[in-house]
Antibody, heavy 117, light 109 residues
Framework: QVQLQESGPGLVKPSQTLSLTCTVS??????????WSWIRQPPGKGLEWIGY???????YYNPSLKSRVTISVDTSKNQFSLKLSSVTAADTAVYYC?????????WGQGTLVTVSS | QSVLTQPPSVSAAPGQKVTISCSGS????????VSWYQQLPGTAPKLLIY???KRPSGIPDRFSGSKSGTSATLGITGLQTGDEADYYC??????????FGGGTKLTVL
């Protein structure tokens, strides 16, 4: 059973960089069968796709966030990470990591990141 | 404003049937598979339907999906109070971006 777990600071100051890591267990990121993705959900709002990465390092980002987003992968640790720069209060959200083929079949439990001074 | 359009809310009585629509265009739903997700309050989304109409193991056959042209529909029969949740459709667009609908809140009266 594949499991994903997000980790990182729950509070980030405005203008700083949000950094999160997703640790995958029960399956290998390097298997090559899936992409690995970040999705966020502002409080009381819907899902917003942030981007995804392949084990080789190829990335695809949401055009609306592309200038501020970097997703990277560490196959040796079976982890992938998210960096979102120049954050504002509008970036306050629950951040999820997920495995994606044609669909998002496994999700992490999510982690709330609040942007506030 | 989401590219995929869902009704903000639907409601029905226990035991009844409800459908949730997801409308897109030829650049997304029209040429890609659709998936559906259930998000119970305070939890992560859960895959409900993939490849337009397939159910993952463990999802009861009360849940069904269909697609026609540039729209997709999620159907739920035999409604239970435990089905109260937010439901999201998802698909891809021609630039390999992922799209989610705005979500539909299901109330079981």
């Amino acid at each position: 059973q594949v499991q994903l777990q997000e980790s990182g600071p729950g509070l980030v100051k405005p203008s700083q960089t949000l950094s999160l890591t997703c640790t995958v267990s029960g399956g290998s990121i390097s298997s090559g069968d899936y992409y690995w993705s970040w999705i966020r959900q502002p409080p009381g709002k819907g899902l917003e796709w942030i981007g995804y990465i392949y084990y080789s390092g190829s990335t695809y980002y949401n055009p609306s966030l592309k200038s501020r987003v970097t997703i990277s992968v560490d196959t040796s640790k079976n982890q992938f990470s998210l960096k979102l720069s120049s954050v504002t209060a509008a970036d306050t959200a629950v951040y999820y990591c997920a495995r994606v083929g044609r669909e998002f079949d496994y999700w992490g439990q999510g982690t709330l990141v609040t942007v506030s001074s | 404003q989401s590219v995929l359009t869902q009704p903000p809310s639907v409601s029905a009585a226990p035991g009844q049937k409800v459908t949730i629509s997801c409308s897109g265009s030829s650049s997304n739903i029209g040429n890609n598979y659709v998936s559906w997700y259930q998000q119970l309050p305070g939890t992560a989304p859960k895959l409900l339907i993939y490849d337009n109409n397939k159910r993952p193991s463990g999802i009861p056959d009360r849940f069904s999906g269909s697609k026609s042209g540039t729209s997709a529909t999620l159907g739920i029969t035999g409604l239970q109070t435990g089905d109260e949740a937010d439901y999201y459709c998802g698909t891809w667009d021609s630039s390999l971006s992922v799209l989610f609908g705005g979500g539909t809140k299901l109330t079981v009266l």
